[in-house]
């Protein structure tokens, strides 16, 4: 069970707009950065938001990420069937010292 | 460009000690001032973190890896590897090297990672 609590997962047609959910404690993302990342099926995760709203370079602004109190919330808008990925929140927790990583959401682009 | 590569062996019987090793090429992993991590996933689960180590040598783990985990730094051919001994079943995942920003921030970039297999 993980410490960062995601929606297994969520589906929206295409041009529409999706909201995933990371929900945590103050230990955690009430008190670091969240970075979100996105894993197509046989490939590493990569880099999507970091230090909780940022995008790197070559990231769309179809993509975004907010932070409020103990939660995170991906959103990414104009859905493509391209987007179809799970996407997972991490963050570092300072009472157990260790980073954590949500359960991961699989994308669905219906 | 950096890059990340793992590489090591795809099985390992139970018991024995996993190693891998990460290539570090496009920056120097001595003088870049940025921390390199494990992170491994096993199969259709989620990403756990195993450990980080910083140029200097400082080394911070999962405490529920700390006592079978090593990581180090070899500056000379600019790589990082992972050791980690006593190795189960449980252990079996694709295993992924990665720059850190800092202790504290984001992964990026990650190698392609490795499976790796436990089984007699």
């Known amino acids: 069970q993980s410490v960062l609590t995601q929606p297994p997962s969520v589906s929206a047609a295409p041009g529409q707009k999706v909201t995933i959910s990371c929900s945590g404690s103050t230990s955690n993302i009430g008190n670091n950065y969240v970075s979100w990342y996105q894993q197509f099926p046989g490939t590493a995760p990569k880099l999507l938001i970091y230090?909780?709203?940022k995008r790197p370079s070559g990231i769309p602004d179809r993509f975004s990420g907010s932070k409020s109190g103990t939660s995170a919330t991906l959103g990414i808008t104009g859905l493509q069937t391209g987007d179809e990925a799970d996407y997972y929140c991490a963050t570092w927790d300072s009472s157990l010292s260790v980073w954590v990583f949500g359960g991961g959401t699989k994308l669905t682009v219906l | 460009q950096l890059q990340l590569q793992e590489s090591g062996p795809g099985l390992v019987r139970p018991s024995e000690t996993l190693s891998l090793t990460c290539t570090v090429s496009?920056?120097?992993?001595?003088?870049?001032?940025?921390?390199w991590a494990w992170i491994r996933q096993p199969p259709e689960k989620g990403l756990e973190w195993i450990g980080t180590?910083?140029?200097?040598?400082?080394?911070y783990y999962n405490p529920s890896l700390k006592s079978r985990v090593t990581i180090s730094t070899d500056t000379s051919t600019n790589h990082f590897s992972l050791k980690l001994s006593s190795v189960t079943a449980a252990d079996t995942a694709i295993y992924y090297c990665a720059r850190a920003w800092d202790l504290f921030n984001w992964f990026d970039p990650w190698g392609q990672g490795t499976l790796v297999t436990v089984s007699s």
């Open positions: 180590i910083y140029y200097t040598g400082s080394t």
């Open positions: 230090d909780n709203n």
């Open positions: 496009g920056a120097s992993i001595s003088s870049s001032h940025h921390y």
